[in-house]
């Protein structure tokens, strides 16, 4: 399936193809206007739309909050947009994208769709606003998220040789779990902290957090593990019927060992973030809800 999003700007795509060339980024000069459109839109939401339309909307609860805090909301806004919109594109195009649907071993490794390659830039772009904020702030937002930020930018990049670039909207299904994590922050900071709505919220945030980020990220890192293991020991005179059109941009086949080892680096450590995560979502639920009875 062809990238339904605007093409490429010529004189960018030539700026960016020799750099790329070095790189083995074969596909980035494709899709890096979508990289930079969306880490232009995110930052704008983050830095010039969230605090005046905060303030006049909310001029009682956001006026009120201190420096960090506020950052913190502006970062779920932005994140509130990127998450909702990631998490009905990147569905939509694992139903309808054929070619992505019937791709083999070596088309799941190394083959590539315009389709795919719009979620995997949209993604890459929110994850390179993600990361310029968390330098910047790293006092407030800790060496966790920067950590988070660095692990996905580096993944999502490495795919634009391209490889694995049938996985990059599998991977996109965890943020079905964020606008839920947003809103409950929200619920905090507009004093709703304890109501039946973050009740049913929080719930809502656990169930899809665990089904979406630990089962359904357990299934897929099973799959792409898989394929890596059998990609490594494929031999030579191994053929596979496959699409000329989704392997133009993967002809040598190559998968060193150190992309490997930085891609599944990168992927584990978001995986052992994913757990840290969901305890501290059940710690936090459990603070706002349940009831300690306290001992005379």
């Known amino acids: 399936m062809l990238d339904p999003f605007l093409p490429p700007i010529p004189w960018l795509k030539a700026l960016v193809q020799p750099v790329c060339d070095v790189l083995s980024l074969h596909t980035l000069p494709l899709h890096i206007h979508e990289i930079l459109y969306a880490c232009t839109l995110y930052h704008f939401i983050f830095a ?15 006026t009120k909050l201190s420096y960090e805090s506020k950052l913190r909301w502006n970062m779920h ?12 594109l990147a569905p939509l ?10 791709m083999n071993l070596e088309e799941r490794m190394w083959g590539y769709t315009g389709a795919a ?24 937002f800790g060496l966790s998220m ?14 634009f040789r391209p490889i694995f670039n049938h996985y990059g909207c599998v991977f996109m299904l965890y943020e079905l779990s964020t606008p839920f994590l947003n809103i409950h922050w929200f619920f905090d900071k507009l ?6 709505a973050q009740l049913y919220n929080g719930l809502t945030l656990l ?45 040598d086949r190559s998968l060193p060992m150190w992309l490997v080892v930085l891609y599944m680096g990168g992927h584990v450590t978001l995986q052992v973030l994913n757990v840290f995560w969901f305890g501290k979502m059940i710690a936090a639920v459990r603070k706002r809800f349940v009831k300690v009875d ?3």
Not at 77 to 88: D, E, L
Not at 120 to 137: E, H, K, N, P, S
Request: net charge positive; with cysteine; hydrophobic share 45%.
């Open 77 to 88: 806004c932005a994140s509130m947009v990127q998450s909702v919109a990631i998490s009905i």
């Open 294 to 296: 306290k001992k005379a």
């Open 207 to 251: 169930v899809v957090f665990f089904s979406c980020r630990l089962v359904w990220g357990a299934y897929s890192s099973f799959n792409i593990y898989r394929d890596v293991w059998n990609a490594l020991n494929l031999s030579n005179s191994a053929k596979f019927e496959t699409n000329s059109e989704l392997m133009r941009f993967g002809h």
């Open 93 to 102: 195009v694992m139903m309808i994208d054929k070619e992505r649907k019937g």
């Open 48 to 62: 010039y739309l969230a605090p005046p339309l905060s303030s006049l909307l909310l001029p009682n609860s956001y």
């Open 191 to 196: 004093g709703m902290t304890g109501t039946k």
């Open 117 to 140: 390659g719009l979620v995997q830039a949209l993604a890459t772009g929110w994850f390179l606003f993600d990361l310029i904020v968390m330098i910047r702030y790293l006092d407030v």
């Open 146 to 159: 920067l950590a988070h930020a660095s692990s996905c930018l580096l993944t999502y990049t490495l795919g």
